[in-house]
């Protein structure tokens, strides 16, 4: 047995915090009171926060949980659901990292292939992991695997196919399904097709989660859509890290509330969530025309090698930005690595040419693979959203070579440090709330997400004096600060400041 003693406990129900000690046995919280004495493992909290294990829903660790990175569980994470933004490592195809650019976010050897959810967490219980893991399927590896890089809807041979693969891998434990509407292939669905997908996720009890078809010119629209098929199919919506991209939309963002808000009152299950970041993350490749990515990234190349066609996927992306080229920071470039770290208008003067024709040239020079952060909103939009009582926070974290965006090494340290204790933008206990219970009930990993007798011993023990982080843009590899210890199942995976290598994380099934 293990015992808690001295710590202030906030559980993630939002309620006033408490000072109690919590007593463990084996996997599971058993006791929360006083307890004088007690024949136990003791670890002093005094003047420390003991929370739930914070819970990650937009994650996209589907290959770094299998690889052991740190990066989550030293900033308190204990679950996460990963297939996100319409992809997922399952169910795949040796090659889809070559067919589209997309998928490199994945950096699978090209012969590595999950042929469905059962393979994938089979992976996972087998190779272990730091954290617990869920996974969403992927709408658009889905499509990848039955239609590859075509456009245009599925015939019914490859609808059937489709349907038979989402169900089981529903029903060998996917959480639901996942779509990225504005990236290809999963941008080349209608409606009818995510509705024909969303209704069989329905059935079988998940959610349907969206990275939404724009977050610029066309966000209501945007979100309206996939209200729709919450409408049409009662199936619970996710809006993934809700945002209105660029200055000319910012003001979308309260109309965009108001629809939502406007849709529960009348029935419809949504929910959404948001990084504490003003700065996004993405292939630089989701900034063009879909059309100028079908067939895959080698027709992507003989495109841009065309001039005509080239001048037309300029004009189509120049047609929809809405912020700057002196917005969007290189954050890797495999062939040209002194370009990282500097916007794209930087590169373009020092080259005497424009945004769009740089941009253009990097991804020609690099294949189609150059990794971007983008500043994407303002700060009075963001705290519109993380203080909605319907966002969950994430990370939506990726690591990448080069300076991947440092959400993935410092997103709770900085939601509680900068955002909850500095600004006081909500109550630590609003704050635990969005990071832990919310999260954890709206994907229904059961007994997870708050401190409760009988619940799984996840927890996160930290200084809320403390907490934080000095991870940037420019050198975002930098551990948290204040995080003390961080428990997965009723075993420490950090103590003191240090992994101990446990690794006892779950996949997490449906």
């Not at 500043?375 to 969950?392: A, I, M, W």
């Not at 799984?456 to 907490?467: H, N």
């Amino acid at each position: 047995m293990k015992i808690l003693k001295n710590g202030t406990i906030i559980d993630g129900s939002g309620k006033t915090r408490t000072k109690a000690d919590i007593l463990l046995e084996g996997q599971k919280i058993i006791d929360i009171g006083n307890f004088p004495a007690v024949d136990a493992e003791e670890i002093d909290c005094t003047n420390l926060c003991i929370i739930p294990g914070i819970v990650d829903i937009h994650s996209h660790s589907d290959l770094e949980s299998l690889q052991h990175r740190s990066e989550k569980i030293k900033q308190g994470v204990t679950s996460e659901v990963v297939g996100n933004c319409g992809f997922s490592l399952f169910p795949s195809k040796p090659n889809l990292k070559n067919l589209l650019p997309a998928f490199e976010i994945f950096d699978t050897d090209p012969t590595q292939k999950w042929d469905d959810a059962d393979a994938y967490f089979s992976d996972l219980d087998s190779k272990k992991s730091y954290t617990n893991i869920a996974s969403l399927t992927g709408q658009g590896t889905l499509r990848a695997f039955v239609k590859g890089s075509k456009s245009g809807a599925m015939d019914h041979q490859e609808t059937t196919k489709a349907c038979k693969i989402l169900a089981k891998c529903l029903e060998q434990g996917s959480v639901g399904i996942s779509t990225g509407l504005n990236e290809v292939p999963s941008a080349f669905a209608d409606l009818e097709e995510l509705i024909t997908l969303a209704e069989i996720v329905h059935e079988k009890g998940g959610l349907y989660t969206s990275h939404l078809r724009d977050y610029k010119f066309r966000f209501l629209e945007a979100v309206e859509e996939a209200l729709e098929i919450g409408r049409r199919t009662g199936i619970p919506v996710q809006l993934s890290h809700l945002q209105a991209v660029g200055q000319k939309n910012w003001h979308k963002i309260d109309l965009v509330l108001e629809l939502i808000e406007k849709a529960e009152l009348e029935g419809v299950d949504v929910a959404m969530d948001a990084y504490p970041y003003l700065a996004g993350s993405c292939k630089l490749t989701q900034s063009l025309p879909g059309w100028s990515l079908e067939g895959g990234t080698a027709e992507l190349i003989r495109r841009l090698n065309n001039p005509e066609m080239r001048k037309r996927i300029a004009e189509d992306t120049e047609e929809d930005r809405s912020n700057t080229w002196k917005d969007v920071v290189v954050s890797n470039a495999s062939m040209e690595r002194e370009m990282i770290g500097k916007n794209i208008q930087e590169i373009a003067d020092i080259r005497g040419q424009d945004g769009i024709q740089t941009a253009l040239d990097l991804l020609l020079k690099n294949n189609g693979s150059v990794h971007i952060v983008s500043f994407n909103q303002s700060e009075d939009n963001l705290k519109k959203v993380l203080t909605h009582p319907l966002t969950s926070v994430i990370t939506d974290g990726l690591h990448h070579e080069g300076i991947p965006h440092p959400r993935t090494f410092g997103t709770y340290p900085t939601f509680f440090g900068e955002y909850v204790r500095e600004k006081k933008w909500m109550t630590l206990e609003e704050a635990v709330r969005k990071t832990t219970a919310l999260p954890a009930q709206r994907f229904k990993l059961e007994k997870r997400g708050m401190i409760k007798v009988g619940y799984w011993a996840d927890i996160l023990i930290f200084s809320p004096e403390e907490i934080g982080t000095e991870s940037t843009y420019m050198k975002p590899d930098v551990s948290p600060v204040g995080i003390n210890h961080v428990m997965v199942n009723g075993e420490w995976e950090f103590f003191e400041g240090s992994l101990t290598g446990k690794q006892t994380g779950i996949a997490l099934k449906n």
